[in-house]
């Protein structure tokens, strides 16, 4: 067989290319589908946005002059051009409510939601995955029954609600952790005055500046917040858990590992785990990418001042920009977390790769 | 063994660190001493600049940042005070007005105040054609001529005006923030392409006042920063903290546990809560929004004088503002506010259902429907459902269109409403700016486009016109407000509109918290006098 004639074996990297290729391509189809969509729905709804901004006052000449200026005159696909054109020069609009370039209030408050969700992701990972095992290790146990009550308490119970309850309590009457907002007063003071502001995330600045007293404050102010965000999480990842560890506890390798006499924290935590982790990141990525929507009514309680909030105040402002804005960062980081938990995935199981 | 011993001894210290992290929240409630603590939804701030702010987030900074040269005194706001200015006359024709400069006094940033200052600003306020700039150009104010009304020499200002208004009218809306005087200076050394510096004040402040903006973050709150000898003598409280706190349970928690000195968006439910608590008090206030029904008298309907009586027979004033208000709004029947020049505080009308009746007999009309727009907001919701209530019992048939603000606001302005259920809040401390829009429409033609109130109602106001633009050039302060008086009282009779209530404020405080003055009707909250 003379060199030649051998069958091509193409190099990876092409492949590997076409595959970032492929995912870069689908994270921009998908924006721009969630752009035009939301474009879309801000216009079409039955709210004259220059009204609200002019109020009761302005003259029908001033109206129309706002109107012009905002370019709300021109034809829609023109104005859908226009804005999607500036988005990619990264100029998400000025906030009709605050007068504020969005993209300075957005990257402001998604470090707030992102420290928010991933306390809260970790709690609910760190709670839910043994919840889960525990339930699907002993079916129908009493500490099954109690895994499940406690998820479907956390499915079902109106987070607002909840959220009341736990400030009530833990602050309230009981003292156990800091009240709504990020900082006490007089540490938030501090912080915005001897700009400590350098990720936004208030843990991480604050450890970075070794201001390990401010630290505890604000971790003592993330932490119900968090938990109340985590424990909804738990609920659902605990439920994942448990049906993928009951199916996996079933196959013969599991009962091959028993015979052998392997202990049997080794045959779940290593054996079984490892195959349960592959569709369990999906999950908790999902949950992680709902939290990072910014839970509006958790924000809305805990003074939090994140995306969910931002959002939700500008809808009632009808500040369509500050809304538009803020859908693209949750869709960005929505698509991200897909990338990432995609990866992770191949990481974890070989034949994915 | 289900876990692993070595994952046992991380998850047992991570419960600990846990509940460490967790102690020591309950060592720092209390504010600090000489900080006044702060909740408010804060969400309408759209521009700190002072001659931009135009909402009441916006305008509670601008009045502790900077001075006019005339002010309300916060403790009593009735007539005009000595701000930047120590004396003014007004020449015998009534059109020039000179305003003598205070000495010795400096903006934050050492520079001394002049009256090149003075005329600057409002040259400035004018120039930037911004939302509040309205309250100058009634004074034939514009942006081509304003250099030459408005002069400085020496330590004098000199205001000259189109006509002869009245000087308490200028007084007035003198008052108001966008009169306030900026450091030139410093303000011209922020000029970006010729915007005045109107980018770089929206965020910052280079005035007079008692505090200076520190910090400023649209949604999250705002920090203020007492001057050191400040000519009104140095503020009690060194820092002021607003923090934007929009959930009222959650401003009501913050303040019961000491985390806040004032709360001040509290619900009537939060407020009948925290009542009987020692720690707590409840100052209560009237602001300047006024609530009101009116009638478009396109339908003839609307026209006919004892229906109009009926109706206003048929409103449970005091029972709505004590049940469904519960203290958030107080019966108010005129369209001034009370604390304005003129203002009646009389309430003549209460729910009747004979004499509404009788009325409705007399009047002729029979099996009366009214369709009337109301905002899908809750508290509007329930005034509007027990209006149709009591409607019913005199024999009126209410349907209540209900609808989102900014759609309503398009109809009332279109002419296209039957009757509405709406709101006004006043734009300067002067009786005309509610006057000049219930009680004035020279055309009522559909496109006349003039938009006030009474246009939108297609009400001619007919002689009640003259008495508007006379009492607007009366130069007799008293003889003024005796004119307002008249001119509301035949208003509230004739006209097709309803005033019923006029905005309440529950500040809800630390009961070591003194000397808070919101501003009531017509001025913003003053924060160098509170004291704790």
């Known amino acids: ?86 988005v990619l020069q990264g100029d998400l609009g000025t906030s009709i409510g605050s007068g504020e370039p969005v993209l300075q209030a957005v990257s402001r408050a998604f470090p707030a939601t992102l420290e928010l969700a991933t306390l809260a992701t970790i709690l609910g990972v760190l709670a839910g995955v043994p919840a889960g095992v525990l339930a699907a290790t002993r079916p129908g146990s009493l500490a099954d029954q109690i895994v499940r009550l406690v998820g479907l308490m956390g499915y079902s119970m109106p987070v607002f609600w909840l959220g009341l309850i736990g400030l009530l309590l833990f602050y309230g009457i009981l003292d156990w952790v800091g009240g709504p907002g990020r900082l006490d007063a007089i540490y938030d003071m501090q912080f915005e005055m001897e700009g400590m502001s350098r990720s936004g995330m208030i843990l991480l600045d ?10 505890s404050n604000a971790f003592s102010h993330i932490i119900l917040p968090a938990a109340l965000l985590g424990y909804v999480s738990m609920a659902y990842i605990s439920r994942m858990t448990r049906s993928f560890m009951m199916n996996e506890l079933s196959q013969e390798y599991i009962t091959t590992a028993r015979v052998k006499g392997m202990p049997e924290w080794r045959v779940i935590w290593v054996h079984a785990m490892r195959n349960v982790l592959v569709p369990l990141i999906t999950v908790i990525a999902l949950s992680y990418a709902y939290l990072l929507e910014g839970s509006v009514l958790t924000e809305t309680i805990f003074a939090w001042p994140g995306l969910g909030s931002y959002i939700t105040e500008a809808l009632g402002r009808n500040d369509m920009p500050a809304v538009l804005g803020g859908t693209i960062v949750v869709g960005v980081a929505f698509v991200t977390l897909n990338l990432l938990s995609d990866l992770l995935y191949k990481l974890v199981d070989p034949r994915a790769r | 063994m289900l876990i692993d011993p070595t994952l046992r001894r991380v998850g047992a210290f991570a419960l600990s660190a846990l509940m460490l992290g967790t102690a020591p929240a309950a060592l720092f409630a209390e504010t600090p001493a000489d900080t006044l603590v702060i909740a408010d939804a804060i969400d309408d701030i759209v521009s700190l600049d002072p001659h931009e702010a135009y909402e009441f987030s916006g305008l509670d900074v601008v009045n502790n ?114 009169a306030s005087i900026v450091d030139m200076k410093t303000v011209m050394e922020h000029d970006v392409n010729g915007d005045m510096g109107n980018e770089w004040l929206k965020t910052n402040s280079a005035g007079t006042g008692a505090y200076i903006l520190r910090s400023y973050k649209p949604n999250e709150g705002y920090i203020l920063q007492a001057r050191e000898g400040h000519w009104r003598g140095d503020a009690p409280m060194k820092s002021v903290f607003m923090r934007h706190v929009p959930e009222a349970a959650t401003q009501r928690l913050l303040l019961e546990k000491g985390d806040i000195d004032i709360a001040r968006e509290l619900t009537p439910v939060d ?81 009747d259902v004979e004499k509404a009746k009788a009325a409705l007999a007399e009047s002729g009309v029979s099996d009366p429907k009214i369709v009337m727009d109301v905002r899908n907001a809750t508290d ?63 055309n009522n033609a559909d496109d006349a486009g003039t938009g006030t109130l009474a246009w939108r109602n297609a009400y001619d106001p007919g002689p009640l016109n003259d008495m508007t633009a006379a009492a607007v050039m009366e130069r007799d302060g008293d003889k003024r407000a005796a004119m307002y008086k008249d001119l509301q009282e035949q208003h509230r009779t004739t006209s097709p509109f309803i005033v019923m209530f006029q905005i309440g404020y529950n500040s809800a405080m630390r009961s070591n918290v003194n000397a808070f003055y919101t501003g009531g009707a017509i001025d913003s909250a003053a924060y160098w006098l509170v004291t704790k």
């Open chain 2, 380 to 442: 509007r919701m329930e005034m509007a459902q027990s209006i149709q209530n009591t409607f019913g019992q005199v024999g009126i048939t209410v349907e209540l269109n209900i609808g989102e603000g900014a759609e309503q606001l398009k109809r009332y302005r279109a002419r296209q409403h039957d009757a509405t259920l709406q709101s006004w809040g006043p734009d300067y401390p002067d009786p005309q700016t509610n006057a000049g829009s219930f009680a004035w429409n020279d």
């Open chain 2, 65 to 178: 940042v900077y001075d006019g040269l005339i002010e309300l005194d916060p403790a009593q706001p009735t007539g005009p005070q000595p701000g930047l200015a120590e004396s003014w006359a007004v020449s015998e024709d009534g059109m020039t007005f000179t305003f003598k400069m205070k000495s010795g006094i400096t903006f934050s940033s050492g520079n001394p105040v002049t009256a090149a200052d003075a005329a600057y600003s409002l040259q400035r306020a004018v120039k930037i054609n911004k939302s509040p700039a309205f309250i100058l150009n009634q004074f034939g104010w514009t942006a081509e001529n304003v250099d030459q009304m408005v002069t400085a020499e020496g330590d004098t200002v000199t205001l000259k005006t189109d006509k002869a208004y009245a000087p308490t009218f200028l007084y007035n809306c003198l008052t108001a923030g966008v």
């Open chain 1, 206 to 215: 604050t450890a970075l500046a070794g201001n390990w007293e401010m630290f």
């Open chain 1, 1 to 86: 067989m003379t060199p030649a004639s051998a069958p091509a074996t193409p190099s990876p990297w092409p492949a590997r290319l076409r595959g970032l290729f492929g995912a870069l391509l689908s994270l921009a189809l998908t924006l721009l589908g969630l752009l035009f969509v939301t474009f879309i729905i801000s216009r079409v709804v039955p709210i004259d946005p220059v009204l609200s901004i002019m109020g009761q006052r302005a003259s029908d000449a001033q109206i129309e002059e706002a109107r012009i200026a905002l370019g709300l005159d021109k034809p829609m696909w023109q104005q859908f051009l226009i804005y999607v054109w500036n």
């Open chain 2, 271 to 351: 407020i009948e809560g925290i009542t009987g608590n020692a720690d707590l008090k409840i100052q209560k206030d009237v602001g300047g929004q006024i609530f009101y029904l009116s009638f478009n008298q396109k339908n003839e309907l609307y026209k006919n004088q004892k229906f109009l009586e009926a109706m206003r027979y048929a409103i449970d004033y005091q029972g709505l503002a004590e049940t469904v208000l519960k203290g958030s709004m107080v019966p108010h029947q005129a369209f001034l506010p009370n604390g304005y020049l003129g203002a009646l505080e009389d309430t003549p009308f209460s729910f």
